[in-house]
T-cell receptor, first 117, second 113 residues
Framework: DVKVTQSSRYLVKRTGEKVFLECVQDMDHENMFWYRQDPGLGLRLIYFSYDVKMKEKGDIPEGYSVSREKKERFSLILESASTNQTSMYLC????????????????FGPGTRLTVL | GENVEQHPSTLSVQEGDSAVIKCTYSDSASNYFPWYKQELGKRPQLIIDIRSNVGEKKDQRIAVTLNKTAKHFSLHITETQPEDSAVYFCAASNPGGSYIPTFGRGTSLIVHP
């Protein structure tokens, strides 16, 4: 079974703090993703990475940065947390598709519910 | 880029009824359409997917249909059970191109016993 784990299930931080969310996958997947999930807004992509040290902005990257120093680990960083970053954060991983022969199912972590006070 | 619209946002049914969730997409190059189920407090998990070379796919009580001409696809659940209660997300992607999936906003399905 693919396992995607996240460092915390619940996190409470203060406005202005620097916050690190960690994600680890054990299936040698090339792609890793960070999503934010808010009621009525679905899954919004913050950043993704297709290789070590590579990163691409998603739909809502403002206020976030990422780091991928090792293939299995993808970190989301909130440089200065704000109350509007209170949300559920989901990490995911997938293989890179190879033409039509391999489709890119995403495997999600359990999520981190972040509250910024 | 791709845009995926999902309806309804909430669906309430009685146990044993059928449920249908619909999605439309904008990019004609999209050819892979997965559906994810997220139970309360749990992670989203793939339950069924369809590729553009087929029009329908079934797996026990769930089925997905695809109309490429109209750019829409639907999830059908028959004989619903309380354990079907969850949030369902559709997605669209083009594995041969820009393969990052675009998700719909989700449908909260409630099955009343």
């Amino acid at each position: 079974d693919v396992k995607v784990t996240q460092s915390s299930r619940y996190l409470v931080k203060r406005t202005g703090e620097k916050v690190f969310l960690e994600c680890v996958q054990d299936m040698d997947h090339e792609n890793m993703f960070w999503y934010r999930q808010d009621p009525g807004l679905g899954l919004r992509l913050i950043y993704f990475s297709y290789d070590v040290k590579m990163k691409e902005k998603g739909d809502i990257p403002e206020g976030y940065s990422v780091s991928r120093e090792k293939k299995e680990r993808f970190s989301l960083i909130l440089e200065s947390a704000s109350t509007n970053q209170t949300s559920m954060y989901l990490c995911a991983s997938s293989l890179i598709p190879q033409g039509l022969a391999r489709y890119n199912e995403q495997f999600f972590g359990p999520g981190t519910r972040l509250t910024v006070l | 880029g791709e845009n995926v619209e999902q309806h309804p946002s909430t669906l309430s049914v009685q146990e044993g009824d059928s449920a249908v969730i619909k999605c439309t997409y904008s990019d004609s190059a999209s050819n892979y359409f997965p559906w994810y189920k997220q139970e309360l407090g749990k992670r989203p998990q793939l339950i069924i997917d369809i590729r553009s070379n087929v029009g329908e796919k079934k797996d026990q009580r769930i089925a997905v249909t695809l109309n490429k001409t109209a750019k829409h696809f639907s999830l059908h659940i028959t004989e619903t059970q309380p354990e079907d209660s969850a949030v369902y997300f559709c997605a669209a992607s083009n594995p041969g191109g820009s393969y990052i999936p675009t998700f719909g906003r989700g449908t909260s399905l409630i099955v009343h016993p």
